[in-house]
C-alpha cells in the first residue's frame, strides 16, 4: 500500500509523519502497539511490529517478509553481552529483533500470528505470519533455546575462557550483527 494510504489505515495508533531515527548505526526504529482486529468472527486485539526500513523498494519490502523466520544468539564485541533475536530475512541485510522486550514476538494465548508493517519510503508492506502446528512448538521451542543462554542468563565463563576474555577486554560492549539491528522507540 502507498504512505498514504497506510496513514489513514492506521491513524490514530501510528505517526508516520514524526521522526523515526536511532543514534546507532546500522540500527531501524520499531514501534509495538495494539491493534483492533481486522477480522470480525476473531475480535482480539493483536500486537503489531512497525519497522522504517529507509530506502528500500515494494519488492525488497515483500522479500524481507517472506523470508521463514529464524533464532539467533549474538555476542558483543568483549564478549561480556549476548542478546537474541528473531530475524527476518537473510544473515546479511536481515531485520534482527530483539527478543527481550518484544511483545510481538511473545505468542501468547490463541495468538499465532506474528504481524509485521514494514514502512519504507514510497509503500508500506503489511503482513503476517500466521505460526501453527509443529511450526509453532518450533517457533517457541525456538525462541525458548536463544532466550536460556542471553540477557539476564548469559555467563560468559561458561563458554568463553578467561584468556579470550583478557584478548577482547578493551573491545566494546556493542552488539555487531550483518543485518540491522531494530531498536524500540523507548531504546529497547
Not at 536511532?22 to 511490529?49: A, G, K, M, R, Y
Not at 525488497?60 to 561480556?80: G, M, Q, Y
Not at 536481515?94 to 511473545?106: F, K, N
Not at 525462541?143 to 579470550?164: D, F, I, K, W
Request: charged fraction near 20%; hydrophobic fraction near 40%.
Amino acid at each position: 500500500m502507498s504512505l498514504e494510504e497506510a496513514k489513514r489505515r492506521f491513524e490514530g495508533f501510528v505517526d508516520f509523519d514524526a521522526g523515526h531515527q536511532t543514534s546507532e548505526e546500522d540500527s531501524l526504529v520499531w514501534l509495538e502497539c495494539w491493534l483492533p482486529s481486522p477480522c470480525e468472527t476473531d475480535p482480539t486485539p493483536i500486537f503489531v511490529l512497525f519497522v522504517w526500513v529507509p530506502g528500500l523498494d515494494r519488492a525488497a519490502l515483500r522479500n524481507l517478509a517472506s523470508w521463514e523466520l529464524w533464532h539467533i544468539n549474538v555476542d558483543s564485541k568483549n564478549l561480556l553481552r549476548q542478546e537474541s533475536f528473531v530475524v527476518f530475512g537473510p544473515q546479511d541485510g536481515g531485520l534482527y529483533v530483539p527478543l527481550w522486550g518484544s511483545l510481538t514476538l511473545a505468542m501468547h494465548g490463541d495468538i499465532r500470528t506474528i504481524r509485521l508493517v514494514l514502512v519504507g519510503d514510497e509503500c508500506v508492506l503489511d503482513a503476517s505470519h500466521h505460526i501453527t502446528g509443529t511450526d509453532f512448538d518450533d517457533f517457541l521451542l525456538g525462541c525458548q533455546s536463544v532466550m536460556a543462554s542471553s540477557g539476564l542468563h548469559y555467563n560468559p565463563c561458561r563458554t568463553h575462557g578467561e584468556e579470550r576474555l583478557a584478548e577482547v577486554a578493551r573491545s566494546s560492549n556493542e552488539i555487531a550483527v550483518s543485518g540491522h539491528v531494530v531498536r524500540l522507540l523507548d531504546g529497547r
